[in-house]
């Protein structure tokens, strides 16, 4: 598919005719007609791989079925097909048109496919935030010393260029917000239905259709439409777009003509503005889009910005006037401005955090209920084993015995996996230590097993492997109930705490501490009966390694607790 998406681009710089040099006709035709052709075989292995990932990847196969059907939907291969024939006409400029919208369509189905990787995407996505909420901190502190320098009385040459290159840099952050906006407006309607796909893709995709409608309702048209139409699709119609028809350009005007005489009115008039501008903003830009979904917020963020930006060009005006009072007040509200696009911001890396954590919750509870039930029936087995008579078939007991140890060594494997997901994570504790415990006992299990042994010592190490393991689903359980409350708790207007949601909550991880100390000490009291009893010397070393193992383990259980207690995860 990226492939795909290369080679139209080099067409249409090959069809650039305002330069003269076009390629040749015939080498475009065919070049043209191998895409066509590769993307008819994409278009099929996107069902036979759907076939074979049925049943091991049923989320995946889903992915590549909703792909095969936006595709049709588009259709995105008549539209190459169509470039094909415009080509071998000479109509070169038609065909560069068909290419960017078929660019545009693959790029679409690109951002499909990848939506199946969705670990992958959300933690890409958060990074992403993180930067743009890192770059609005920045405009707000720039905004901040530039209304100081204003209030100060530094030059008006300085503060004009500081303020317009402030601006250019906010437009810039809303333009890549708006990109983000509409990368993840694709990747939300992957999971609507084909027709209701299509529907909203045409109505984006034509632009004939959009220069068509008439401007029925001026008051609820869409800012990002019309941002992208030239001026003359308005049909000059004064009081919907340019400046004469702004809302807040009167009472700024009105605001210059009387600095110099009365105040009184124009305060009054100020705080009128200042009351209402965010309205005023909202009606001239069309409504703010509605949904707490993270295309929303992002483009609320992105006319935020806007708004932001705008209120810095007046500014400027306003420096260039001589009116820095004036000035001042463009700058607190696009200081505002700011203020609430990074609230949207932080919002959405907390939805984000929501939806990784719920998702973490639920993978992690599947692998270790699927290690409690493998690991309760070595349990049984291993006690089967245990009360049977040493004479009495000693080879069978020791091919089941083995056959054992092999079924832990899996459970350990899993426990390394399960731990690898939360380590990854990095906002727990006790629970990746506890994970530890199991791998680390697993290991002991299987090799006692593998050879035999399925005395009290290794039965009791399973029986730690249970109880480790029914505690972690115990706090993960927790955990998920805790989500939906907060959920349900943010749709009833609950404001969300500070900070990053942690995988499970500081008290459960104590409690969890707690249990694994518990453990330490009754393995203790097991070494210190075993050596009190007088092991043989044969079990010794083994013996001794495992009482400094124990050691470690509680060094671990020490820094854990530490580092729970001084919140160094938060």
Do not use: C, W
Not at 34 to 58: C, G, I, N, V
Not at 148 to 165: C, N, P, V, W
Not at 560 to 566: E, G, K, P, R, T
Request: hydrophobic share 35%.
């Amino acid at each position: 598919m990226a492939f795909l998406l290369g080679v139209p681009s080099g067409h249409g710089q090959g069809l650039d005719t305002s330069s003269g040099q076009q390629s040749d006709p015939a080498a475009l035709v065919d070049r043209e007609q191998q895409l066509l052709s590769q993307y008819r075989d994409l278009e099929k292995t996107f069902l036979r791989l759907a076939d074979l990932l049925a049943a091991s990847d049923p989320r995946r196969a889903a992915v590549l079925r909703s792909v095969f059907e936006q595709a049709r939907d588009q259709e995105v291969g008549g539209r190459l097909d169509t470039i094909v024939q415009l080509l071998e006409k000479g109509q070169f400029l038609k065909a560069g048109t068909t290419q960017a919208s078929a660019i545009e369509q693959l790029r679409e189905l690109l951002t499909l496919l990848e939506s199946g990787d969705s670990d992958r995407h959300l933690a890409n996505s958060k990074e992403e935030v993180r930067q743009y909420l890192a770059r609005v901190s920045k405009l707000i502190a720039k905004q901040r010393d530039i209304e100081g320098s204003t209030e100060a009385g530094a030059k008006e040459a300085q503060l004009i260029e500081r303020q317009d290159a402030l601006a250019s840099e906010t437009e810039d952050l809303s333009r890549d917000i708006g990109g983000f906006a509409k990368r993840m407006e694709i990747r939300d309607a992957a999971g609507e239905p084909a027709g209701t796909k299509k529907n909203a893709q045409d109505a984006a995709a034509d632009p004939a259709t959009d220069a068509a409608q008439p401007p029925e309702q001026p008051g609820k048209g869409k800012e990002g439409a019309a941002d992208d139409k030239p001026p003359s699709a308005d049909g000059g119609k004064p009081g919907e777009k340019g400046e004469p028809a702004d809302p807040t350009s009167d009472p700024s005007s009105k605001e210059a003509d009387s600095e110099g005489g009365s105040t009184q009115p124009s305060k009054g008039g100020e705080q009128g503005e200042e009351k209402g501008g965010g309205a005023a903003e909202d009606e001239k830009g069309g409504e703010q889009p509605e949904g707490d979904d993270e295309s929303s917020r992002a483009e609320r963020t992105k006319k935020r910005l806007e708004a932001a930006t705008e209120r810095m060009r007046k500014a400027e005006g306003e420096i260039e006037k001589a009116k820095r009072r004036s000035a001042r007040q463009e700058q607190e509200k696009a200081i505002e401005e700011l203020e609430t696009a990074r609230a949207e911001l932080e919002e959405i890396l907390r939805q984000m955090r929501e939806q990784e954590v719920e998702r973490l919750l639920v993978q992690l509870e599947t692998r270790l209920r699927a290690m409690l039930r493998a690991e309760k029936a070595v349990l049984t087995a291993a006690e089967k084993l245990a009360g049977e008579p040493v004479a009495d078939r000693e080879r069978e007991r020791q091919l089941e015995s083995a056959r054992l140890g092999r079924e832990q060594t899996a459970i350990g494997t899993e426990a390394v996996k399960a731990l690898t997901l939360v380590r990854d994570d990095g906002s727990a504790v006790a629970i990746p230590e506890a994970l530890e415990q199991v791998r680390d006992d697993s290991n002991q299990a299987a090799a006692r097993l593998g050879r035999g042994d399925v005395g009290g010592t290794t039965r009791g190490l399973v029986q730690d492997i249970v109880a480790n393991l029914e505690e972690m689903i115990g706090a993960l359980e927790k955990a998920q109930r805790d989500q939906q409350a907060r959920q349900k708790g943010a749709a009833g207007g609950r404001p969300a705490e500070p900070g990053e949601q942690p995988l499970v909550d500081k008290l459960s991880e104590l409690k969890m501490i707690r249990s694994l100390q518990m453990r330490v000490n009754t393995r203790t009291r097991r070494f210190a009966q075993v050596l009190g009893e007088g092991a043989e010397q044969a079990e010794e070393p083994e013996l001794l390694d495992a009482v400094r193992r124990l050691s470690d383990r509680q060094r671990k259980i020490e820094r854990a607790a530490h580092d729970i207690v001084s919140g160094l995860t938060e």
